[in-house]
């Protein structure tokens, strides 16, 4: 049974860091497509960033680029989100999803729980 548990979330200034992880369990995901999504309240979930845990490629929503990495460890089926410069704007529940294809949809079969982000101004 495929299992992804994300980890790292809490309340945070404007401006500090954050770095989310991401386990996946239950079969290898080496040549997966693994993303993180996040949820606002009253808002629809959204894309932010994208990669193949095998690959070099990086995919990024325009509202992160330049202040979210997205990195994976394939020996830990693990992938991280570091956030910087975090403001008030991406303050939302963030999900880990993962799957067969990179997409910025929410089209994979498989998510996390999700974890809290807040950010105060």
């Known amino acids: 049974q495929v299992q992804l548990v994300e980890s790292g979330g809490g309340l945070v200034q404007a401006g500090e860091s954050l770095r989310l992880s991401c386990a996946a369990s239950g079969r290898t995901f080496s040549n997966y497509a693994m993303a993180w999504f996040r949820q606002a309240p009253g808002k629809e979930r959204e894309f932010v960033a994208a990669?193949?845990?095998?690959?070099?490629?990086?995919y990024y929503a325009d509202s992160v680029k330049g202040r979210f990495t997205i990195s994976g460890d394939r020996a830990k089926n693990t992938i991280y989100l570091q956030m910087n410069n975090l403001k008030p704007e991406d303050t939302a529940v963030y999900f880990c999803?993962?799957?067969?294809?990179?997409?910025?949809?929410?089209?994979?079969?498989?998510w996390g729980q999700g974890t809290q982000v807040t950010v105060s101004s």
């Open positions: 990669m193949r845990l095998n690959g070099a490629n990086t």
């Open positions: 999803a993962a799957g067969f294809v990179v997409t910025t949809t929410s089209g994979y079969p498989y």
